[in-house]
Nanobody, 124 residues
Framework: QVQLVESGGGSVQAGGSLRLSCAAS????????MGWFRQGPGKEREGVAY???????RYAESVKGRFTISRDNAKNSLYLQMNSLKLEDSAMYFC??????????????????WGQGTQVNVSS
């Protein structure tokens, strides 16, 4: 059974940091491109970052220099380190594997399936 389970969300003040984690199972993780996207209330879905099987990364302009995506293939895990958080980073964050379900023009990346998400709230 394919499964992606996110964790690590929460409430933080602007300027703070959070680290999101994602546990993957049910598919060959190490060879899969993986990414994060987010969706805030009343906002469109937005690709945040992805990392390929060679550990090459790509970021949306809105998070470049502040967020870092990483993966641990031994643990079938994906991470998103978020620093210098801004109010506009508040959203539900989803861990996703590559596929053909939704295309992010910002990342030029196709997302295939994703988990239930973890909520990030940034306050002033």
């Amino acid at each position: 059974q394919v499964q992606l389970v996110e964790s690590g969300g929460g409430s933080v003040q602007a300027g703070g940091s959070l680290r999101l984690s994602c546990a993957a199972s049910g598919f060959p993780y190490s060879s899969r491109f993986m990414g994060w996207f987010r969706q805030g209330p009343g906002k469109e879905r937005e690709g945040v970052a992805y990392i390929d099987s060679a550990y090459t990364t790509r970021y949306a302009e809105s998070v470049k220099g502040r967020f870092t995506i990483s993966r641990d293939n031994a643990k079938n895990s994906l991470y998103l380190q978020m620093n210098s958080l801004k109010l506009e980073d508040s959203a539900m964050y989803f861990c996703a594997a590559s596929g053909r379900t939704w295309y992010s023009p910002d990342l030029q990346f196709w997302f295939g399936f994703w988990g239930q998400g973890t909520q990030v709230n940034v306050s002033s």
